[in-house]
């Protein structure tokens, strides 16, 4: 195994000079030329030198390890987890870090007590128990590890945070629909306990207000207690608006696995998307292309959260801060105009025709009328 000694005599220079840009550390006093360095670095990577992470972890006490706290994956958990995970993963390899994932049903003394023992560097952790999220950090604080929120819309936390802006992506969805012509707007979610989801509604509800006159919101909760899964209580409670004397010009959904429901219950009752019914998801899912019709739906930014929270674990960084990060609309073809706002583009459009034939004929006479008296 080639060691930090071989590739100093390799390059003619102390293995003190080896360790020192290898672990990219900096000493006062000490000036190594970029030179030097590079030739190091490329020495190195030719004779195939890899640095061994556990005996740097056993000399500062610090290891390459990320845990990730909240990040579980099972039968119910949102889709877009999974791309939280992908994109912290990406990143921390980048970064030359690994994630190691812990149970969110694993007691704070349990967790605790990994972290430690893996002497991570920091960890990021995604959850809706503020009691339970504070227990940890403290924990945390003894062992001088930080801690980071991620997608845990808090109010006031009290570490650094990184959310999305969940009320604004609501503002633009209600306003770009309303541009569309549509005026009953059902929100449809399936909680209203999560963080994230008291945003989101709040930001409909309040745009939705801002536009009276325009626009009319409804909020509904499939969760209804029946017991029976989420998805096949959501399609159940979706249906029944379907059915129903009043069904509003668009569904705006908390989450694009209720999109997805919506669509196939639209589907079933015969109600042709977008036609009769525009649809908007949030999340911006890597299926959402694949759905008939695509769907419609607000892009989260889970790569540049990602990179957010591991900036701050790898910065050391532990005041309270909340980093926001926006999202944007990315528009498919679940969303149309209405009806209404059609038909009266088309008026618009043919009095618009009527009126430039009527100009044009107009000027056809004065020009036939200025030869005859020439």
């Known amino acids: 195994m080639i060691s930090m000694a071989d590739i100093g ?93 812990l149970s969110s049903k694993s007691t704070v003394e349990e967790l605790v007590n990994a972290c ?39 109010t006031s936390p009290t570490v650094p945070s990184v959310v999305c802006d969940d009320y604004d992506g609501m503002r633009q969805v209600v306003e770009y629909l309303a541009s569309l012509g549509h005026r009953k707007l059902t929100y449809i979610t399936f909680e209203t306990f999560q963080p994230f989801s008291i945003r989101r509604q709040k930001g409909f509800v309040e745009t939705a207000e801002k536009l009276a006159g325009r626009v009319v919101g409804t909020c509904c909760n499939t969760d209804n207690g029946m017991p029976i899964h989420v998805f096949d209580r959501a399609e159940l409670f979706i249906t029944e608006i379907l059915k129903s004397a009043d069904i509003p010009d668009a569904f705006v959904c908390n989450c694009d696995e209720i999109a997805m429901i919506a669509m196939r219950a639209a589907w079933r009752c015969g109600i042709k998307v977008p036609e009769d019914l525009s649809i908007i998801g949030f999340g911006n899912l890597p299926v959402d292309a694949l759905t008939s019709p695509p769907l419609t739906s607000l892009a989260l930014p889970y790569e540049r959260m990602a990179e957010a929270a591991i900036d701050f674990v790898l910065s050391g960084e532990t005041a309270a801060r909340e980093l926001v990060v926006p999202v944007s609309i990315q528009i498919r073809q679940s969303t149309t105009m209405s009806r209404e706002a059609e038909a009266k583009n088309k008026m618009n459009s043919s009095a618009l025709n009527n009126k430039t034939a009527s100009s044009i004929k107009q000027r056809g006479k004065f020009y036939e009328k200025k030869l005859m008296l020439s």
């Open 9 to 101: 005599k390799a390059a003619k220079v102390s293995r003190t000079t080896v360790s020192l840009v290898l672990n990219d550390r900096r000493v006062k006093g000490v000036n190594i030329s970029e030179e030097t360095q590079n030739r190091v670095r490329e020495i190195a990577r030719r004779l195939g030198y890899h640095n061994n992470k556990l005996a740097i972890s056993v000399a500062t006490g610090k290891s390459h390890i990320i845990g990730c706290i909240g990040m579980d994956m099972n039968e119910e958990s949102s889709l877009s987890v999974g791309q939280l995970i992908s994109a912290t993963v990406s990143y921390a390899t980048m970064r030359e870090y690994s994630i190691k994932m």
């Open 116 to 154: 430690v023992s893996y002497r991570m560097c920091g960890v990021i952790f995604r959850t809706r128990d503020r009691e339970r999220f504070e227990s940890f950090a403290e924990a945390m604080k003894r062992y001088e590890i930080p801690v980071v929120l991620l997608d845990s819309a808090f």
